[in-house]
């Protein structure tokens, strides 16, 4: 996990000033043809919404693209038909464009001041998985911002010679009604993927349990605002017998090892293949059919470590254990905040491993742990072994996000690490 396995340079990239945005980068995308030689208008081309091609057509232009990248070939030699641009690049931007995102080391949140929407191609063959194998994060070729143009893509997880490469195309921490709803509406799917298919059979349930938290969180919210500690309290307890709740609920799934769900071109084979026999099948032995065909094919963009379909359906609410440690640290029950942020770390390590937001919230269970360590007396002070084991962590997940070893980690995170060398200082 960590390994790059691609960077890549824009093929156009704009601010993303509202809706205004796509025309912006169709413009851009045209005025990048117009310089582009023929292999890299004939990727381009064969994008998703550009114009049809056969499948050994568009194979073959993508790979020469992906070979001449990897030799720095700037001019290679194209064989095949001249390409030609797309009739609209609108359509190939819905389908592959991208929001760029920077996570603030400062506040661990995504900074929207500068967003940026770009295209890049080779990235656009990431296929997608509400748990993925591949993060994606973003820097600048100049050093500045904004000017997000490279796109740098790693194993979020160990991935085997064979395992298709997917990321998640939308925010992982939404339930099964609202992720499939977004990629329906942005990409035209429904997400058959492993997660989906273990947290839909109680789709009802989690969007039920969503509303009544939000509005919890809502009110610790509102509490916090108040400067009422007593209400917050009070919120507390509401928040932990929600997340109550959530466990039991998540029990009712029965416990299964972690199996490649089917990609949507293999759910597609597996329907041909039963229509060719004109055998009749339920719904629940289609996919019995469809979950056979995908252990035997390679990949599915999962990844091999065992997790049970309890924590899988407990990761749609990461934000609600995320505020309750917010509750817990504005009353300063420090070491329970850092309880509630090893929840959360444990969610997140489940669907979205390497990622950012790993990274986020072993920060902040770091902190709940050094915080506890400042603010207590002598007699109650805590050893110093979790907070250097959470210190390690966090350093391991820095790197499989962004690289660089120890000295980018303290570098990048130098403000955040300060309460935590001072805890090591007085812990025993």
């Known amino acids: 996990a960590g390994e790059v396995l691609l960077v890549e340079r824009a093929w156009a990239i704009v601010p993303a000033d509202g809706e205004g945005h796509v025309y912006g980068l169709a413009q851009a995308c045209a005025q990048r043809w117009r310089e582009a030689n023929p292999l890299e208008r004939a990727a381009a081309s064969h994008l998703q919404g550009g114009r049809a091609a056969s499948t050994t057509a568009r194979a073959r232009a993508i790979r020469s693209y992906f070979q001449a990248c990897v030799a720095c070939e700037r001019w290679a030699y194209y064989e095949g038909e001249p390409p030609r641009q797309p009739e609209t690049w609108s359509q190939v931007i819905e389908s592959n464009a991208r929001r760029t995102e920077w996570w603030d080391p400062e506040n661990l949140l995504l900074d929207e001041a500068n967003p940026e929407c770009g295209l890049w191609v080779l990235s656009s063959l990431f296929n997608h998985s509400c748990r993925g194998n591949v993060v994606i994060t973003y820097c600048s070729s100049t050093g500045r911002r904004p000017g997000l143009d490279l796109l740098v893509a790693r194993a979020g997880t160990d991935v085997k010679a064979g395992d298709e490469l997917c990321h998640t195309y939308v925010y992982p921490f939404e339930t099964v009604t609202e992720r499939r709803a977004r990629l329906m509406k942005s990409f035209g799917f429904e997400c058959t993927c492993q997660r989906c298919i273990v947290e839909a059979p109680l789709a009802s349930t989690a969007k039920e349990l ?26 507390i307890v509401r928040l932990m017998f929600r997340m109550n709740d959530i466990e039991k609920a998540s029990l009712r799934l029965t416990a299964l090892n972690v199996v490649k769900a089917p990609t949507p071109a293999q759910a597609e084979r597996a329907s041909k293949s039963a229509k060719a026999k004109k055998a009749p099948k339920t719904a629940q032995a289609e996919k019995v059919s469809q979950t056979a065909q995908a252990e035997k094919a390679p990949g599915g963009g999962e990844d091999d470590q065992q997790v049970d379909a309890a924590t899988l359906w407990r990761s749609q609410f990461v934000w609600g254990y995320h505020g309750l440690a917010m509750a817990y640290e504005t009353v300063g029950l420090m070491n329970e905040a850092a309880q509630a942020f090893a929840n959360c770390v444990r969610l997140v390590v489940a669907i979205a491993p390497g990622s950012p937001y790993e990274l986020k919230y072993r920060l902040m269970m770091l902190q709940s742990l050094s915080r506890a360590a400042l603010i207590a007396t002598l007699r109650e002070m805590p050893p110093r072994g979790p907070i250097k084991a959470a210190l390690k962590e966090a350093e391991a997940a820095h790197d499989r996000s962004y690289g660089g070893g120890g000295r980018h980690f303290v570098v990048r995170m130098g403000p955040r690490l300060a309460e935590a060398t001072e805890a090591m200082k007085r812990a025993k």
């Not at 009110?219 to 209400?231: C, E, I, M, P, Y």
Request: hydrophobic fraction near 50%.
């Open 210 to 235: 969503a509303d009544a938290l939000d509005e919890d969180v809502a009110a610790f919210t509102a509490a916090r605002k108040s400067g009422r500690l007593q209400l917050v309290k009070g919120v």
